[in-house]
């Protein structure tokens, strides 16, 4: 088992020596800014079960049930803050050394840091859109209608149903972020994935896409991946504090 130093320095040769370097991000790069992983105890979606697009097209009750689990959801997001892990990737943005970064997540945190090049797979909480003419929103602006509304809104140009611009189950992948996203998995040559546990599809073909194509990969998760095997590197130590080692050791090598 190497030491954490070995492991540092591993790491961050491989970025300085990586000419183009993408990175992949799950919902566990944000449980540090406060917002619970979905899928844990507590998390908002254990409270509240899940409605499906389908329902969602098809019932008043489920529209209302699903604007109150994210109106909840949103308070939450109000407070959330990017942590130190999504500063340094930011940071890595900022000294050339990443060209594209891939998100599961739909809380707006890798935008705030800095980064500019992200890919929302599931979409994004800050915004709402109109399912049936796609006219958007802040969420803000829908948020404080919710009441008046009864918690299902309508657009106001073709009274169409209003959602969150987030990807729902049942669902389709947003076409053009899949295109962009596999575009980036396949033409880097370094990929750093950071807190999630690979387990659905088809993100979790991200970093499969990258090793195929011949990238290199290294890997920051608390726990077991389906495919830690393929991981040139592999932490399972806090994203934020791995992060912030790697880029005091890249300063060693006067990569700035
Ligand atoms: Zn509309």
């Given at each position: 088992m190497d030491s954490f130093n070995e492991k540092i320095a591993q790491a961050a040769g491989l970025i300085k020596n990586a000419k183009s370097i993408a990175a992949f991000t799950g919902a566990g790069i944000s449980t540090e800014s406060g917002i619970s992983d979905f899928r844990s105890p507590g998390g908002v979606w254990d409270r509240y079960r899940i409605v499906t697009f389908q329902e969602f097209i098809a019932s008043h009750e489920a529209r209302v049930e699903y604007w109150h689990m994210k109106n909840e959801l949103f308070t939450e997001l109000k407070h959330a803050k990017p942590n130190s892990a999504h500063n340094a990737l930011a940071e890595l943005e900022k000294i050339g050394k990443l060209r594209c970064l891939i998100t599961q997540n739909i809380d707006g945190l890798h935008q705030d840091a800095g980064n500019s090049n992200v890919i929302e797979l599931h979409g994004t909480?800050?915004?709402?859109?109109?399912?049936?003419?796609?006219?958007?929103?802040?969420?803000?602006?829908?948020?404080?209608?919710?009441?008046?509304?009864?918690?299902?809104?309508?657009?106001?140009?073709?009274?169409?149903?209003?959602?969150?611009?987030?990807?729902?189950?049942?669902?389709?992948?947003?076409?053009?972020?899949?295109?962009?996203?596999?575009?980036?998995?396949?033409?880097?040559?370094?990929?750093?994935?950071i807190g999630s546990s690979l387990q659905v599809e088809p993100a979790a073909s991200i970093p499969r896409e990258a090793h195929r194509a011949g990238a290199k990969l290294i890997f920051m998760n608390r726990t077991e991946t389906p495919y830690d095997h393929l991981a040139e590197v592999l932490f399972r130590e806090n994203a934020g504090e791995v992060l912030a080692a790697i880029l005091k050791s890249l300063k060693q090598y006067h990569v700035k």
């Open positions: 909480n800050r915004k709402a859109v109109c399912i049936t003419c796609g006219k958007l929103w802040a969420i803000e602006d829908i948020q404080a209608r919710l009441e008046t509304d009864g918690f299902d809104p309508r657009c106001d140009t073709c009274q169409g149903f209003i959602k969150p611009a987030t990807i729902s189950f049942g669902q389709a992948m947003p076409e053009q972020e899949m295109t962009k996203a596999y575009s980036c998995a396949s033409d880097c040559d370094l990929l750093i994935m």
